[in-house]
Nanobody, 125 residues
Framework: QEQVVESGGGFVQPGGSLRLACVASGFTLGRYSIAWFRQTPGKEREGVSCISSYGGNTEYTEAVKGRFTISRDTAKNTVYLQMNDLKPEDTAVYYC??????????????????WGRGTQVTVSS
């Protein structure tokens, strides 16, 4: 069964750091474009960062540029999201998503066909 599982969320004070992990099973993560999305109650799920299958190109939403870094470890079949200098507005459930069809990633939710269950990130003093 193909699935992805997120981990690494938690509670952190403003300015702190967390590293999220997205582990794949049943398929090879390195073949596909992968994105991290986040969602808060009452709001649309929004793209945070993604990494393309072609060339490993990365994208970040403006709000996290310079603070978040996405990376891929093919040996561990895992994608990470390193989050530094966290702010209260980063509080959300973070989801990992896989696009098995396109070489370049995007923040269009409908392009992703495999989703994890999410991991909660809470930033508060």
């Amino acid at each position: 069964q193909e699935q992805v599982v997120e981990s690494g969320g938690g509670f952190v004070q403003p300015g702190g750091s967390l590293r999220l992990a997205c582990v794949a099973s049943g398929f090879t993560l390195g073949r596909y474009s992968i994105a991290w999305f986040r969602q808060t109650p009452g709001k649309e799920r929004e793209g945070v960062s993604c990494i393309s299958s072609y060339g490993g190109n990365t994208e970040y939403t403006e709000a996290v540029k310079g603070r978040f870094t996405i990376s891929r470890d093919t040996a561990k079949n895992t994608v990470y999201l390193q989050m530094n200098d966290l702010k209260p507005e980063d509080t959300a459930v973070y989801y990992c998503a896989i696009d098995k069809w396109r070489d370049f990633c995007s923040f269009h939710k409908y392009e992703y066909d495999t989703w994890g269950r999410g991991t909660q990130v809470t930033v508060s003093s």
